[in-house]
């Protein structure tokens, strides 16, 4: 969900709180005043935090629309240093600062503080209550994000399996994954040869399977890995070369260019790009994997 989106959310909030409306009164004013913009808080009334995490959305929405410069990260990095002045417990704030800083200590030390505030609101009790909904909630979506960086950082530091554990953490408190960790937990339990577990979430997103760029080409890796050339193998990977027929030059050693990919298509060559950066390793490392790519047609 962009984040212009998510800033609709907290802002009917915050609107909803300062209302003290009932649930009843919430459902009453969404159906009845949709498409009628929220009424906006003068700025006088904004609490330090809400303040906060206004220049924090701000920032991650100036990262979200992308193509920027050097000096633009540091005009962001400050930026959100001013959020974090402003309250420095806010997760948003915290998230647009680990995004923008430019060193990456004072990164991973601010993604390990987010996520260590975001344990203590959202653990215990309220994890036990809303376990495979947070994504829903939207306040809990900077600490979802915080996970996934952290997970990001343990794999650059070569920590795989404890960067595994973040991402099957993620998928638990957030049980659709509009975050994608399924793709990062399908290539580590191929890397890890953990292949029951591969397929539980080949599984456990069965629906998606046909439309998935990830899904359809780790399968037919799996199926090679796990069965050598064989029928089935051959079938999966021309199903998935039928689904993106761009990956495959890649895999037989187009050269991949530096690109920076955020949106793609599935169908596109952009979501190919996507997919070999991440799984391209994968295929690679498969003794007699050219052979057999061979026999397909680009």
Same mark, same amino acid.
């Given at each position: 969900? =962009?984040?212009? /989106?998510?800033?609709?959310?907290?802002?009917?909030?915050?609107?909803?709180?300062? @209302?003290?409306?009932?649930?009843?009164?919430?459902?009453?004013?969404?159906?009845?005043?949709?498409?009628? =913009?929220? =009424?906006?808080?003068?700025?006088?009334?904004?609490?330090?935090?809400?303040? $906060?995490?206004?220049?924090?959305?701000?920032?991650? @929405?100036?990262?979200?629309?992308?193509?920027?410069?050097?000096?633009?990260?540091?005009?962001?990095?400050?930026?959100?240093?001013?959020?974090?002045?402003?309250?420095?417990?806010?997760?948003? $704030?915290?998230?647009?600062?680990?995004?923008?800083?430019? !060193?990456?200590?004072?990164?991973?030390?601010?993604?390990?503080?987010?996520?260590?505030?975001?344990?203590?609101?959202?653990?215990?009790?309220?994890?036990?209550?809303?376990?495979?909904?947070?994504?829903?909630?939207?306040?809990?979506?900077?600490?979802?994000?915080?996970?996934?960086?952290? $997970?990001?950082?343990?794999?650059?530091?070569?920590?795989?399996?404890?960067?595994?554990?973040?991402?099957?953490?993620?998928?638990?408190? !957030?049980? !659709?994954?509009?975050?994608?960790?399924?793709?990062?937990?399908?290539?580590?339990?191929?890397?890890?040869?953990?292949?029951?577990?591969?397929?539980?979430?080949?599984?456990?997103?069965?629906?998606?399977?046909?439309?998935?760029?990830?899904?359809?080409?780790?399968?037919?890796?799996?199926?090679?890995?796990?069965?050598?050339?064989?029928?089935?193998?051959? *079938? $999966?990977?021309?199903?998935?070369?039928?689904? !993106? #027929?761009?990956?495959? #030059?890649?895999?037989?050693?187009?050269?991949?260019?530096? /690109?920076?990919?955020?949106?793609?298509? #599935?169908?596109?060559? *952009?979501?190919? @790009?996507?997919?070999?950066?991440?799984?391209?390793?994968?295929?690679?490392? @498969?003794?007699?994997?050219?052979?057999?790519?061979?026999?397909?047609?680009?």
């Amino acid at each position: 969900m =962009p984040i212009i /989106t998510e800033r609709a959310f907290i802002e009917k909030d915050r609107f909803f709180t300062r @209302q003290k409306m009932s649930d009843l009164e919430k459902d009453d004013w969404i159906k009845n005043k949709f498409g009628v =913009p929220i =009424p906006e808080i003068p700025i006088n009334e904004l609490t330090d935090e809400e303040k $906060a995490e206004n220049i924090a959305l701000d920032v991650l @929405q100036e990262l979200e629309n992308g193509n920027l410069e050097y000096d633009d990260f540091k005009e962001l990095e400050e930026d959100a240093l001013r959020a974090l002045q402003l309250c420095a417990s806010s997760l948003l $704030a915290i998230e647009a600062f680990s995004k923008t800083c430019l !060193n990456i200590v004072k990164c991973e030390k601010a993604v390990d503080k987010g996520i260590e505030i975001g344990s203590v609101l959202f653990g215990g009790e309220f994890e036990k209550e809303n376990e495979g909904h947070f994504w829903g909630l939207v306040r809990t979506r900077p600490y979802l994000r915080l996970l996934a960086s952290k $997970a990001q950082i343990l794999e650059e530091k070569k920590r795989k399996k404890e960067a595994l554990e973040v991402y099957r953490l993620i998928l638990r408190l !957030n049980h !659709n994954d509009n975050m994608g960790s399924r793709f990062e937990l399908q290539r580590l339990y191929l890397e890890f040869k953990q292949y029951d577990l591969f397929m539980d979430v080949i599984d456990d997103f069965e629906e998606e399977f046909e439309f998935s760029i990830q899904s359809l080409y780790n399968y037919a890796l799996y199926l090679f890995i796990t069965l050598g050339e064989c029928d089935e193998s051959d *079938d $999966a990977l021309s199903e998935a070369i039928s689904f !993106n #027929p761009f990956v495959l #030059p890649y895999l037989k050693g187009k050269k991949l260019g530096q /690109t920076h990919i955020s949106r793609y298509s #599935p169908k596109g060559e *952009d979501g190919a @790009q996507l997919y070999v950066q991440d799984n391209l390793y994968l295929w690679r490392r @498969q003794v007699g994997i050219q052979n057999w790519l061979r026999q397909f047609e680009e």
